[in-house]
Nanobody
Framework: QVQLVESGGGLVQPGGSLRLSCAAS????????LGWYRQAPGKQRESVAV???????NYADSVKGRFTISRDNAKNTVYLQMNSLKPEDTAVYYC??????????????WGQGTQVTVSS
């Protein structure tokens, strides 16, 4: 009943930029935190950035100063602006939403993942 649809991944050269989007839809009552994880080949999934309902943000040390997370509450959408991309940023990026549906408890929902490849 809840879907998270990601977009914006692709191939970019080192130093380039990409903007990921993730829109939540369905029978949503309330959304708390939104964020992004990533998983590179052969590595564990790691947290990249999180934004709370109040707008507080948290970033992995490896992306601080280069990535910016934001949200549009009217659209139930979270964004990840990625600048100065490096080859080590190559991974599948997954968005998540901590949300409640009507009559349900809080639950973390995940997007399907979008590939980001940084290569010359």
């Amino acid at each position: 009943q809840v879907q998270l649809v990601e977009s914006g991944g692709g191939l970019v050269q080192p130093g380039g930029s990409l903007r990921l989007s993730c829109a939540a839809s369905g029978s949503i009552f309330r959304i708390n935190a939104l964020g992004w994880y990533r998983q590179a080949p052969g590595k564990q999934r790691e947290s990249v950035a999180v934004i709370t309902s109040g707008g507080s943000t948290n970033y992995a040390d490896s992306v601080k100063g280069r990535f910016t997370i934001s949200r549009d509450n009217a659209k139930n959408t979270v964004y990840l602006q990625m600048n100065s991309l490096k080859p080590e940023d190559t991974a599948v990026y997954y968005c998540f939403a901590d949300l409640r549906q009507v009559g349900s408890s809080w639950y973390r929902h995940w997007g399907q993942g979008t590939q980001v490849t940084v290569s010359s």
